[in-house]
């Protein structure tokens, strides 16, 4: 059974920084795009960033790019979420998601559909 699994999330103060971890397990981590998706209250679930786990390029959102840092450890199944210099506009709830059947380009990786599996999603709460 796949399971994602995130930790990392808390409240921190604008300006602060945070790291959100993903654990995948019970399916093939080392072949599928992995993503960061945030939805805030009364908004659409929304990209924030994207790999694909054979690959060395990255995916971020304009609202992020330079913010925000998405990696991997493929020895411990794990995506990371770097957040430094956090602001207001961040606070949502972030969820891990895994396709683990096609890549992840520039033009498909924040099609919220395209991913099987998702997390069950860890707070950020950003004050000011």
């Keep these: 059974q796949v399971q994602l ?8 103060q604008a300006g602060g920084s945070l790291t959100l971890s993903c654990t995948a397990s019970g399916y093939n981590y080392a072949h599928n795009s992995m ?3 945030r939805q805030a209250p ?9 790999l694909y ?23 411990r199944n794990t995506l990371y979420l770097q957040m430094n210099s956090l602001k207001p506009v961040d606070t949502a709830m972030y969820y891990c998601a895994a396709d683990p059947f096609t890549r992840a380009t520039g033009d498909n990786w924040y099609w919220a559909n395209r991913y099987t599996h998702w997390g069950q999603g860890t707070q950020v709460t950003v004050s000011s």
């Design 5 to 12: 699994v995130e930790s990392g999330g808390g409240s921190v």
């Design 35 to 37: 993503a960061w998706f």
């Design 42 to 50: 009364g908004k659409e679930r929304e990209g924030v960033a994207a």
């Design 53 to 75: 786990t054979r690959h060395t390029a990255t995916y971020y959102s304009d609202s992020v790019k330079g913010r925000f840092t998405i990696s991997q450890d493929n020895a």
